[in-house]
């Protein structure tokens, strides 16, 4: 799949380019038209840096970060945007005046959910909940949930692509969306075109990458 990368770049941020590959995949949630491949972004250090210097750029200073809850393998960016945030003059009300970066886990039944250890940096905090990718905003709201549970309270959510504008009233600052991919599309799994075309599925795929079938 790899031939078919196609990469475009922000035309707001020239440092950050999103690689995607058309074809056919399949997530927990619905098929896609486009597999938007964050690997580089996520893994790179040089790329990471550029991710969270541009989503930085989208909050002033008069946003309260304490927590950037990273969701999708997104560590590495959250651990520079909490950097850049902090630089930027991002109050946070800890103790120790510093962002708190970290990630929940799934458990055996899908649920999202913390660990003892970590549930301090939810509870009473204001989460900045980091995404790599947004399609239908059904795991999106499984996080919400997850962080309402444990008593956080979502400052702002950022993705760097997302196919949903906002969730929950909440708006969704994304770096880039289906304006930067025009024919992007994503179908249930039970009406999808492609299928009924007969297309088979290339990948399954999911924040983290794809499985090819």
Known sequence: MENRVQKIISKKYPDVGLRV?????????SHINYYVDMTFMKMRQSEAKAVAKAIASKYNTTTIVDTIVCMDGCEVIGAYLADELTNAGIMSMNAHKTIYVTSPEYNLTGQIIFRQN??????????????????????????????????????AIASIFSAVNKISDIPIDSLFTTADIPDYKNYPHKNCPLCKEGKPIDAIVNGFGYSTL
């Open 21 to 29: 590959i058309p074809g056919h995949f399949m997530t927990s949630h």
């Open 118 to 155: 970590l549930i301090p940096m939810i509870e009473g905090k204001n989460v900045l909940l980091l995404l790599a990718s947004t399609t239908t905003g059904k795991t999106l709201s499984k996080c919400l949930d997850c962080i309402d549970y444990y008593k956080g309270h979502i400052a």
